[in-house]
């Protein structure tokens, strides 16, 4: 069993499509303001439930781990960071605003495009910006 988590930075797998580039750097921020970091992906469904349930924050990479969000508790405070090819794709915010929990989408910078208009490179979260959303915000 983990023990209490408040402050929670989910991390998406080594595989992942549209990864951010400087998640270690982001990992390394968070973690020394009080952020536990953990990959949904090597946890099982009570393990996840149990963290997200426990959780106050959440910064998390957009992606499939979001289905968990159906285990926080009205008025946790999720801070969503996405690619720019994501801007307009409203899922986390619609869930976030029938579970009652509060939701803030940072927008990084693309990596680089591929032909197709997607950024499989990646992208990337400013640490000062991400610091300020966490100072305003939490």
Same mark, same amino acid.
């Given at each position: 069993?983990?023990?209490?988590?408040? !402050? #929670?930075? &989910?991390?998406?797998?080594?595989? /992942? %499509?549209?990864? @951010?580039?400087?998640?270690?750097?982001?990992?390394?921020?968070?973690?020394?303001?009080?952020?536990?970091?953990?990959?949904?992906?090597?946890?099982?469904?009570?393990?996840?439930?149990?963290?997200?349930?426990?959780? !106050? #924050?959440? &910064?998390?990479?957009?992606?499939? /781990? %979001?289905?968990? @969000?159906?285990?926080?508790?009205?008025?946790?405070?999720?801070?969503?960071?996405?690619?720019?090819?994501?801007?307009?794709?409203?899922?986390?915010?619609?869930?976030?605003?029938?579970?009652?929990?509060?939701?803030?989408? #940072?927008?990084?910078?693309?990596?680089?495009?591929?032909?197709?208009?997607?950024?499989?490179?990646?992208?990337?979260?400013?640490?000062?910006?991400?610091?300020?959303?966490?100072?305003?915000?939490?």
């Amino acid at each position: 069993r983990h023990e209490q988590l408040g !402050r #929670v930075f &989910v991390r998406r797998g080594p595989n /992942a %499509f549209r990864p @951010l580039r400087n998640a270690s750097g982001l990992q390394s921020q968070l973690e020394n303001s009080g952020f536990t970091t953990v990959e949904t992906t090597s946890l099982n469904m009570q393990q996840r439930r149990a963290i997200f349930a426990e959780a !106050r #924050v959440l &910064v998390a990479e957009y992606g499939a /781990a %979001f289905g968990n @969000l159906i285990f926080c508790q009205p008025g946790t405070i999720v801070i969503d960071l996405r690619g720019p090819s994501l801007e307009h794709d409203l899922t986390a915010a619609n869930l976030c605003a029938l579970l009652g929990l509060r939701y803030i989408a #940072v927008l990084g910078e693309r990596a680089r495009f591929s032909r197709e208009g997607f950024a499989p490179d990646g992208f990337s979260v400013s640490e000062s910006q991400l610091r300020q959303v966490l100072h305003t915000n939490t």
